[in-house]
């Protein structure tokens, strides 16, 4: 067959018919267009297709299909053909009866669809061709060959390899991977210069990077790496979640803004796979691209980005706050918002350490998934972003295990994610366990764990990748003694700053002003921040409105030079 299969399966002949024609009519010349009516020939088909490798990208399926329902009809696809979009055809005001409506949410809940298209009326039908559009790019995009997917190509996968994927990764750039010694390595690879370095990368317009920075990658990506002035209205620490929302509200209500990062843009949000519970994104969407769609928001606002910088030190100076950073140097505003997010916390097994990248990993599937096809994979921790990402890998990997330290799922994990971890075949679940050990078998790459049951026997168990998710800190280690912090690290904020904590002004802090003025926190660095996307994007805009509270108020009482003010707990701050 020409190209991958989009299949669809309806009893109903004329809304076959229609499906078939608007299929045709679009996607006819990189697909091939497979419309049966019965569920039992559709399967067989697809039993062939899977036997000769061929790629199927789409399933649709009527509601009921030979007196099978659509939602059972894909989950089988979803055996069949593990990477293709399943969606359940339903006609035009199907959402509002009450038995379609189950047949969604339940096939949904249970990983058998992905969502649900409404059947074209009248051709053109653009909202139809939206859905599956829509699902195309999240297949060839899973599936690593959406337009401009950049290629690394690395003598092994850890090391240097490893820490440019995951740069491509934090700047939430689609990258695929392959070993120099592979057919698409060498094929790659012919042509090119001999004498390159490995790893390199080949960019989609064919530039090729040997062994680049990760500056270097952020540039040649397009990205902004130093800021063309040193003044700004306000300075957001932190491209994650919060820093791009405080980005997109501070420019688009004329603050001059900088975003400074470390890394790329997303922050942790770019290691989950599927974010479902977003505002406005029904069918979820991938913190990658949630990340790259408010940098560009950012960015249209005219928002400055300095990323693969480190701000290395805070300080408030002549009433207004300054940051250095890490090559640029320093720069000055009227106020910082603080949004640097946690770190994963390590799992402390040398062993694992040094496998990190080679089957080891910290932080989600997001990338890795796809190269663990068929493999047996675990995920330790017992928190939502574990339970999604064994979700995710279990699309992939032969079997997925999830290793909880506490007595059940329940402690930590949403129900919703248990009924679809339980629904989930082949999802594993050890309970009170721990990983204690583990290893490669001399080539490289982590072939075993060695877990340890409470009060039990230790137990070696075959893996091929294993996801750490056992929690995070806050990445605060940076921040002067002046910004008051909770014993665990996370920044304390307005009502949360204790007597004790050293604001040295008349006036009460504003609600996410740390205990320096004009110094504000927004996200999961924040005492008591929830953790959440969402959370984070509302503490990002409010910190930017406190910002214009504070301008206002700066304007009636210029701020006291407050260089001399000693650190909080030394006993002799102003009191408020
Ligand atoms: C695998 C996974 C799945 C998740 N799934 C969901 C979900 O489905 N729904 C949901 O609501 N939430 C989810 N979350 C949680 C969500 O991603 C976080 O709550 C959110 O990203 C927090 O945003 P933030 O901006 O506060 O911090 P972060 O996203 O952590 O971003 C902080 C940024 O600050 C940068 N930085 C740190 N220190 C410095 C420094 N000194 N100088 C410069 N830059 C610095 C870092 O490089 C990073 O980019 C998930 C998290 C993970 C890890």
Redo the contacts with the bound molecule.
Sequence with gaps: MPGPVLIAVDDDSGALEAVEAELCSRYARDYTVVCERSAEVALATLEVLAADGTEVALALAGERVSGMAGGELLGKVHQLHPHAKRGLLIGWGGWGEHATGEAIFDAMAHGRIDYYVLRPSTAPDEVFHQAVSSFLLEWSTSRKIAPHTIHVVGESWSGRAYELRDVLGRCAIPHAFCLADSDKGRELLAGLDGGSRLPLIVMPDGTVLADPTDAEIAKAAGARVNPDQSDFDVVI???????LSAAVYGASEGLSTLV????GIG???T??AL????LGFPRGVS?GRLAEQAYEQAWVHGANFALMQ??TSLERRDGRVQVTLSEFGPVSARAVIL????AYRRIGVPELEELNGAGVFY??PASEAHGLTGLEVYVVGGA??AG??ALHLARFARNVTLVVRGQSLGAGMSHYLIRQIEATANIHVRVATDVVGGGDNGDGWLRYLVLRKSGGEDETVRAEGVFL?IGARP?TD?LPPEIARDSRGFVLTGADLGADAGWPLERSPYPLETSMPGAFAA???RHGAV????S?VGDGSIAIQLVHRLAAEERLHPPPDLSAVSQPGSGSSSSR
């Design positions: 620490v932190g491209c994650g979640p919060a820093g400074v990062d470390e890394g922050g942790q949000a290691s989950s974010i479902r519970n977003y913190g480190r701000v949004a640097t997010g946690a932080g989600g939502n972003s999604q990402a998710m990445r940076w996200g999961d660095l953790k959440r996307v969402a984070a």
